[in-house]
């Protein structure tokens, strides 16, 4: 089985940051693109940030210039380093893994207050 746990979520100031990780555990032997998500509420999932293997990035236009999305292909492990964070980035954000078949994690809630 394949699990993907988010961490770093939480509540911060507009013009914050924040750090988002994503470990993936269990029978893995590679991971091909690995990307985040976002839900706000009454709105649909969106794409956030996509990384491939081999480091290839693309960023969504609202997060282009603050985000930066990153992995460790020995981790196993995702990024997300979130800066200049505005209301509107206020969601729950998903990882993301292509493996076997397309993983997602629980969740983690980011709030940012104006």
């Known amino acids: 089985q394949v699990q993907l746990v988010e961490s770093g979520g939480g509540l911060v100031q507009a013009g914050g940051s924040l750090r988002l990780s994503c470990a993936a555990s269990?029978?893995?032997?590679?991971?091909?693109?690995m990307a985040w998500y976002r839900q706000a509420p009454g709105k649909q999932r969106e794409l956030v940030a996509a990384?491939?293997?081999?480091?290839?990035?693309n960023y969504a236009d609202p997060v282009k210039g603050r985000f930066t999305i990153s992995r460790s292909n020995a981790k196993n492990t995702m990024y997300l380093q979130m800066n200049s964070l505005k209301p509107e980035d206020t969601a729950v954000y998903y990882c993301?893994?292509?493996?076997?078949?397309?993983?997602w994690g629980q969740g983690t809630q980011v709030t940012v207050s104006s």
């Open positions: 269990g029978r893995i032997f590679n991971i091909n693109r």
């Open positions: 990384i491939t293997s081999g480091g290839s990035t």
């Open positions: 993301n893994a292509q493996i076997y078949a397309d993983y």
